[in-house]
């Protein structure tokens, strides 16, 4: 594949096919794909957006890029909630064993710091000994032990999100709704969409058409999913910084 034309196609605001897609996702995880390709696509998809079709099709393939956790049949509902990030954003420390207390399972694979935030990972990583790099043998016998994981993309679990996750944060393209839309991982899913000065969504109406691209894409991969819109003008709580943060939850 000439990678090259698909990044002028997207450049010119054309629509990219679902095996065009396929292609760049597969060949971005095993590094046929240059970070430089694969950042001037970001930036063309920054400037020009996906249609919901390419959106869908890039969260399928970037879902498929690795193995796909299976759950024991007659497990409990897996469910999670995913945030857009905010400045003193420590909402899922505090929520998923809250969760995990009602009867249902949190799988959650959460991200680093991305822009202006800071990433769950990193939080849970200011407690000494605290081991977010479990495998998937390791991460679900912990869930059907204690009823959630927090854990990080891996080379097996996602890394074709791993992979653009990082690569966004470098290249200008946090902000990119398609980008944001196809970090989902998830069953039944919870939205919660920042907006304001300590978010990467400025506006309301920003948020609440990111909202309504991330709802569509996961309803489209047959995920239960709802929305909440929070301002994000000041920071979360009393305390900013990863180990602060953890002090303030516990």
Same mark, same amino acid.
């Given at each position: 594949?000439?990678?090259?034309?698909?990044?002028?196609?997207?450049?010119?605001?054309?629509?990219?096919?679902?095996?065009?897609?396929?292609?760049?996702?597969?060949?971005?995880?095993?590094?046929?794909?240059?970070?430089?390709?694969?950042?001037?696509?970001?930036?063309?998809?920054?400037?020009?957006?996906?249609?919901?079709?390419?959106?869908?099709?890039?969260?399928?393939?970037?879902?498929?890029?690795?193995?796909?956790?299976?759950?024991?049949?007659?497990?409990?509902?897996?469910?999670?909630?995913?945030?857009?990030?905010?400045?003193?954003?420590?909402?899922?420390?505090?929520?998923?064993?809250?969760?995990?207390?009602?009867?249902?399972?949190?799988?959650?694979?959460?991200?680093?710091?991305?822009?202006?935030?800071?990433?769950?990972?990193?939080? *849970?990583?200011?407690?000494? /000994?605290?081991?977010?790099?479990?495998?998937? &043998?390791?991460?679900?016998? %912990? !869930?059907? $032990?204690?009823?959630?994981?927090?854990?990080?993309?891996?080379?097996?679990?996602?890394?074709?999100?791993?992979?653009?996750?990082?690569?966004?944060?470098?290249?200008?393209?946090?902000?990119?709704?398609?980008?944001?839309?196809?970090?989902?991982?998830?069953?039944?899913?919870? *939205?919660?969409?920042?907006? /304001?000065?300590?978010?990467?969504?400025?506006? &309301?109406?920003?948020?609440? %058409? !990111?909202? $309504?691209?991330?709802?569509?894409?996961?309803?489209?991969?047959?995920?239960?999913?709802?929305?909440?819109?929070?301002?994000?003008?000041?920071?979360?709580?009393?305390?900013?910084?990863?180990?602060?943060?953890?002090?303030?939850?516990?």
């Amino acid at each position: 594949m000439h990678f090259p034309s698909l990044i002028e196609k997207k450049r010119d605001g054309q629509a990219l096919t679902t095996k065009e897609i396929n292609n760049l996702v597969e060949d971005f995880v095993v590094g046929d794909l240059p970070d430089y390709q694969m950042s001037a696509l970001a930036m063309a998809v920054f400037f020009r957006g996906m249609t919901s079709t390419e959106t869908h099709h890039l969260t399928e393939a970037m879902m498929q890029s690795g193995r796909v956790l299976r759950y024991p049949e007659g497990s409990p509902p897996k469910i999670d909630k995913h945030s857009t990030g905010g400045v003193g954003d420590k909402v899922s420390l505090v929520l998923a064993p809250l969760l995990a207390c009602d009867e249902v399972w949190v799988p959650m694979i959460s991200d680093r710091g991305l822009g202006i935030t800071g990433g769950t990972l990193d939080k *849970l990583e200011s407690i000494p /000994g605290f081991n977010v790099n479990l495998d998937e &043998k390791r991460a679900l016998k %912990q !869930l059907e $032990k204690i009823g959630v994981f927090m854990i990080g993309e891996t080379e097996d679990i996602c890394p074709a999100d791993k992979k653009l996750y990082s690569l966004r944060d470098v290249t200008g393209t946090v902000p990119s709704q398609p980008l944001i839309v196809a970090s989902i991982n998830l069953d039944r899913l919870v *939205l919660n969409v920042k907006f /304001g000065s300590g978010a990467f969504m400025k506006t &309301k109406e920003e948020a609440e %058409q !990111l909202a $309504k691209a991330m709802t569509s894409v996961g309803e489209s991969m047959k995920v239960k999913t709802s929305s909440l819109l929070s301002p994000m003008d000041e920071p979360l709580g009393r305390n900013v910084g990863n180990a602060l943060e953890v002090a303030e939850c516990v």
